[in-house]
């Protein structure tokens, strides 16, 4: 008797919780997904919402920002002109990302590569994919355990599907100001556990606000980055009278 | 510096001879100038020379007409005899024939080399980091020295002094070299006839090795020829090609022959390129398509622009392993498993030898005799498992890309007749350090070869690693470069530093997108005048509407905020500096920009995505 329970402990312990297969994820991203975390195998979609608005490079950098400082290797492929400042400031880590700046048209073959051996990839499609093709490569971020984060392209078949339908730029006013953070509106929707359509309210900042880069709103409290003390920049002066002029133009 | 001459001492003939002695190899690595250079341009260097150092050796007077013979033809001439009207390159009994008044005498390379020590200790003893390149010609990298003594021109007379001197007190002891029954007449007994040699001794200062050596042999005697930096290319463009035969002008690679730069000198020749200059005029594909490796060589050269050999350190060609396949193999999995089986053959060969393979090329000869090779690079040792997996990739790739060039004549079936691996870069068994606890390395095993199979398929280049660094706008803050290993110390170094002030430098909310190049762009104010900014950093108006794009693909939007313009300018202490002025807007869609006016045009730098 005592054997048989202990061989059912074991056996429970050894099971994998499908919390435990999730890649982290930066808190204020959390709300977004059914189970708190990026669950691995999963295909997920980023994209513009009905209303257009921009912002869906920034939250693929924010998607992989927790896995990448954690450790996990996640690569980006299609997008040539990655800000890599930008990924910095959200918390990735840029020794565990790797850029494939243009993968032409054997494209499925290198997301299929490299789903085998990372653990999050970002791809950026110009046109819609194959069923078949999208169909191949979910099904092998299912068996690898690895996440397909899309965007740019109507995907078929998504988990999760984020849409940013707001955006709001804070610190540029009429010729004077400049940009130290943003808001974002973005809306969860998908199948099975995340059919349920969630509503989040993201403030990216830069990393020197001291807010981590990345926030939450909602909380009753506005929650976003305060308005009334912008700091203080060292913002670039014009020339001084005395300086060379003939500026080009 | 002295107007260019002619090339003397027979270096303008095409028959592949220098002036002092050939077929001493010198010392590894010296091509490259001194390591860690990088992309930029060659390290300065200091050549001098002795053109008649074989004859000093053999302890005779610049007045006596004498030649050094080596394999019947001529190497060395004393100054009397190349009065005469001796070349270099000439057949031993051709000039005994024409001149029967000449002294004969047989090259002794082991004594050239002794007694050329003593010269280079001379040179040693104020210059660090001197490197012999065969007997009677010495290099070092100049920069500092140069500094220290007051420029090229005085060290180079220093490094003449230097040489002289040592080369006066070599006379009187000589290594007494034994009397050759095969010459007409052999060395003589005579030690301290060393004497009237002052003057012997050619310096060069150029930047990089090649370009130096070709600038020591255009000095004369206590007038040494100093190339100012960056300006190879106008030194070298006078020059006949032919001066590309020169020996010393570059390492004897693994895969060259002697004869090779004679043959790209007589098809340039024949083909009418003449001249460095001519040469350097050239696209470099176009010379690269027509005259291979040696010729883009060539090119790079021309055009003053670095040139490091492709392999750092010959390696014995012996160490290749290769099987051969009868019938040959259609599959790629069959290749792979013998792969394997090689690669363990390899590896134990190496270990034997305590050396690791960190670049290895994996060649494979098709039925058709077609030859098909990558080279492969790792991080610590390249086991057999790897070397099966890569193999297979490889064949697969090429099986893929011929599909897709040939179309329905269906060519991929081109067996594989041949396997060879070949070591290209091996270094010293110090094992791979694994983390304590062990869980990085098979997550760093699997993403290599995940990458490693990208690259595969795309290209080193296609894989890029970034790393952060100091830099005024968003595309300089970030260097790229192709992913090497999944190692720590592998991300790419830094080019600048952070640390430094970088004024001009954008404070705030980074752009998701950088646009390298950056995209045209269009700003206008209310009435639609197209905005521009004064000398004094000022907008002529309030930006209205913004128009990213040209052609069809531009989208206007109208402006609802902005920010700026701030000046940046740059290095304008030299002549490659910058002016331009930023401006932040966001536009009623909700997007916001990085622009910049430069140059009279408007671009749009980065998208806050």
């Given at each position: 008797m005592a054997y048989e329970a202990g061989a059912v402990v074991e056996r429970a312990a050894g099971a994998v919780l499908a919390r435990d297969r999730a890649l982290p994820l930066a808190a204020a991203l959390a709300p977004l997904f059914p189970t708190g975390g990026l669950q691995r195998g999963a295909t997920v979609s980023v994209g513009a919402g009905p209303g257009g608005a921009p912002g869906a490079t920034s939250l693929a950098l924010a998607l992989l920002s927790a896995p990448s400082a954690g450790g996990s290797w996640c690569a980006v492929v299609?997008?040539?002109?990655?800000?890599f400042v930008a990924a910095d400031q959200l918390g990735a880590d840029l020794g565990h990302l790797v850029l494939v700046p243009t993968a032409g048209q054997k494209w499925p073959v290198v997301v299929g590569a490299l789903l085998e051996g990372l653990d999050l990839v970002v791809l950026r499609l110009a046109a819609e994919p194959r069923p078949a093709a999208a169909r191949r490569l979910a099904a092998r971020a299912r068996e690898q355990g690895a996440v397909l984060v899309v965007m740019g392209a109507a995907w078929p078949g998504v988990d999760v599907r984020l849409q940013v339908v707001a955006t709001r730029w804070r610190g540029l006013q009429c010729g004077h100001g400049y940009l130290w953070g943003r808001e974002m509106e973005v809306v969860a929707s998908g199948r099975g556990a995340a059919s349920r359509e969630r509503r989040v309210q993201l403030s990216l900042g830069a990393g020197d606000l001291g807010t981590g880069g990345l926030g939450t709103g909602g909380l009753g409290t506005g929650g976003l980055l305060p308005m009334a003390a912008p700091p203080q920049p060292p913002v670039p002066r014009p020339l001084a009278a005395g300086g060379p002029t003939g500026l080009a133009s | 510096m002295r107007p260019v001459q002619p090339v003397q001492t027979g270096a303008g003939t095409a028959s592949g001879e220098g002036t002092a002695l050939a077929g001493e190899a010198g010392l590894p690595g010296v091509g490259a100038g001194p390591p860690g250079n990088g992309s930029e341009a060659p390290a300065r260097t200091l050549v001098a020379i002795c053109p008649d150092w074989a004859v000093i050796v053999a302890g005779r007077p610049p007045s006596a007409p004498v030649a050094v013979v080596s394999s019947n033809r001529v190497t060395c001439l004393s100054p009397a005899a190349r009065a005469q009207g001796a070349r270099v390159g000439q057949r031993r009994r051709e000039a005994q024939a024409r001149w029967p008044n000449l002294e004969i005498l047989a090259s002794d390379p082991g004594a050239e080399a002794r007694c050329w020590e003593p010269v280079v200790a001379a040179v040693e003893a104020f210059a660090p980091g001197v490197e012999v390149l065969e007997p009677g010609q010495v290099a070092l990298a100049c920069l500092g020295p140069s500094r220290y003594f007051g420029g090229d021109r005085a060290l180079a007379l220093k490094v003449a002094a230097a040489v002289e001197g040592a080369v006066a007190r070599v006379g009187h002891r000589p290594a007494a070299p034994a009397d050759r029954p095969g010459a007409s007449s052999g060395r003589?007994?005579?030690?301290?006839?060393?004497?009237?040699?002052?003057?012997c001794c050619r310096v060069g200062v150029a930047d990089g090795l090649p370009a130096a050596v070709l600038a020591a042999h255009l000095a004369g005697p206590g007038s040494p020829v100093v190339v100012p930096p960056g300006r190879n290319r106008d030194f070298l463009a006078p020059l006949p090609v032919s001066v590309l035969a020169l020996s010393g002008l570059r390492q004897p690679g693994p895969a060259r022959g002697a004869a090779e730069p004679a043959a790209l000198v007589d098809l340039l020749v024949r083909l009418g390129v003449r001249s460095l200059g001519e040469l350097a005029a050239l696209p470099a594909p176009a010379v690269l398509g027509r005259f291979g490796a040696e010729g883009l060589w060539a090119h790079r050269f021309a055009n003053g622009w670095p040139t490091r050999p492709l392999q750092p350190r010959p390696l014995p060609a012996d160490w290749a392993v290769s099987e051969r396949f009868d019938p040959p193999a259609e599959q790629a999995q069959a290749v792979a498993f013998v792969a394997r089986a090689l690669a363990e053959r390899l590896q134990a060969r190496l270990g034997r030898e305590g050396l690791v393979c960190t670049r290895l090329a994996i060649e494979v000869e098709t039925e058709r005799g077609e030859r098909l090779r990558r080279s492969w690079r790792q991080q610590g040792a390249i086991g057999a498992g790897a070397v099966a997996e890569r193999a297979r990739w490889q064949l697969e790739a090429w099986a893929q890309a011929r599909r897709e060039a040939g179309?329905?004549?269906?060519?991929?079936?081109?067996?594989?007749a041949k396997l060879s691996l070949v070591p290209e870069e091996v270094c010293p068994d110090d094992g791979l350090q694994l983390g304590l606890?062990?869980?990085e390395v098979g997550v760093a095993g699997r993403v290599a070869r995940a990458l490693a199979r990208v690259q595969g398929l795309l290209g080193p280049g296609a894989v890029l690693n970034g790393v952060l660094q100091g830099g005024r706008d968003y595309a300089g803050q970030v260097r790229l470069a192709p992913w090497e290993g999944?190692?720590?110390?592998?991300?790419p170094a830094p080019a600048a530093s952070l640390a430094p002030p970088w004024p001009g430098r954008l404070p705030g909310l980074a752009p998701a997108l950088v646009h390298r190049p950056p995209l045209v762009a269009q700003v206008t104010d209310r009435a639609g005048q197209a905005l521009s900014v004064s000398g004094?950093?000022?907008?002529?108006a309030p930006p209205a509407w913004l128009v990213v794009g040209d052609g069809r693909g531009a989208r206007r939007s109208a402006v609802v905020a902005w920010g700026g313009p701030w000046p940046v300018e740059e290095r304008w202490w030299d002549g490659g500096g910058r002016r331009r002025a930023r401006l932040q807007v966001c536009t009623a869609g909700g997007g916001a920009y990085l622009l910049a006016r430069e140059q009279g045009r408007w671009w749009v730098e980065a998208t806050y995505d």
């Open positions: 299609g997008v040539p002109e990655l800000g | 003589g007994p005579d030690g301290q006839a060393a004497s009237g040699w002052q003057g179309g329905a004549e269906a060519p991929s079936r081109a067996g594989t606890w062990g869980q999944p190692a720590p110390g592998h991300v004094r950093g000022l907008l002529s």
